[in-house]
């Protein structure tokens, strides 16, 4: 089974805090992804990246970058906290290229409160 | 600008009967789509998929049909059960990787 690991489920920090959210798979897959999830408005992809050292933008990157030194590994970085960012955070993994071959395993997400 | 959209954010359907969930797109470009259920404090997990070459894919109690003229996808559940009261997402595929989501719909399953 495909085990996709949040290091937090609940986190509250401050504005204009660095924020750092971890996520470990441990089926050896290429892509990762991170989500918010907001209500109305479901998930929105903010960053994926197909493999080591490798990111690509999603549709909503700004304020956020990302870290992946590992394959297994895949880091979410709020540079400064802001209040719009609370949201749930989640990470997602994939073992192929295409898609279509094997769908996206999310871990169990992070609730991020920004004060 | 929503490319793929839930227009029922619930849905209230009597246990037995059928449940019918709704997900109409706008990006012609999309080649696939999937369903995803979430439960509460859980991660979206992968329902069923279909390939725009396709207009029906079925899995045990789950069909999605596929539209592609009039760009409308749907969720068939039958019959429902209560452990399939959760929020279902539709999604499409953008080129290799790239999933968007609609806003999902929360199906409540009654006894």
């Known amino acids: 089974d495909v085990k996709v690991t949040q290091s937090s489920r609940y986190l509250v920090k401050r504005t204009g805090e660095k924020v750092f959210l971890e996520c470990v798979q441990d089926?050896?897959?290429?892509?990762m992804f991170w989500y918010r999830q907001d209500p109305g408005l479901g998930l929105r992809l903010i960053y994926f990246?197909?493999?080591?050292?490798?990111?690509e933008k999603g549709d909503i990157p700004e304020g956020y970058s990302v870290s992946r030194e590992k394959k297994e590994r895949f880091s979410l970085i709020l540079e400064s906290a802001s209040t719009n960012q609370t949201s749930m955070y989640l990470c997602?993994?994939?073992?192929?290229?295409?898609?279509?071959?094997?769908?996206?395993?999310f871990g169990d997400g992070t609730r991020l409160s920004i004060l | 600008d929503q490319q793929v959209k839930q227009n029922s954010p619930s849905l209230s359907v009597q246990e037995g009967r059928i449940s019918i969930l709704n997900c109409d797109y706008t990006?012609?470009?999309?080649?696939?789509f999937l369903w995803y259920k979430k439960y509460p404090a859980e991660g979206p997990t992968f329902l069923i998929s279909?390939?725009?070459?396709?207009d029906k894919n079925e899995d045990g109690r789950f069909t999605v049909f596929l539209n592609k003229s009039a760009k409308h996808l749907s969720l068939h559940i039958v019959p429902s059960q209560p452990g399939d009261s959760a929020v279902y997402f539709c999604?499409?595929?953008?080129?290799?990787?790239?999933?968007?989501f609609g806003q999902g719909t929360r199906l409540t399953i009654n006894p």
């Open positions: 997602a993994s994939s073992f192929a290229r295409v898609l279509r071959v094997q769908p996206q395993h």
């Open positions: 089926m050896d897959h290429e892509n």
């Open positions: 990246s197909y493999d080591v050292k490798m990111k």
């Open positions: 990006n012609s470009m999309f080649d696939y």
């Open positions: 279909i390939s725009s070459i396709k």
């Open positions: 999604a499409g595929l953008q080129g290799a990787q790239k999933l968007v």
